[in-house]
């Protein structure tokens, strides 16, 4: 597919058309992976890791361990 660059800022931009778009799930606010590979410009979409609450209870060291953090007295209707 051939398209064309355009102004955007001091950055230059490419459009994505809706197909293309569509066919790899990219919508408004995408993260992608630009690289230059070879010479030629390599977009590649980016998905957020999915981690279960077991994982992330498990990544937990005493290195990392952080004790309570007090962020003092209730001012409002804070209920605790």
Do not use: F
């Amino acid at each position: 597919m051939i398209t064309t660059t355009a102004k955007w800022g001091n950055s230059l931009a490419i459009r994505i058309p809706k197909n293309l778009a569509e066919e790899l799930a990219l919508t408004e606010k995408s993260t992608v992976d630009l690289r230059v590979i070879e010479g030629k410009i390599v977009i590649t979409p980016q998905t957020a890791p999915s981690y279960s609450l077991e994982e992330l209870l498990e990544a937990i060291t005493p290195d990392n361990l952080h004790g309570e953090i007090d962020s003092g007295l209730a001012t409002g209707n804070e209920v605790w």
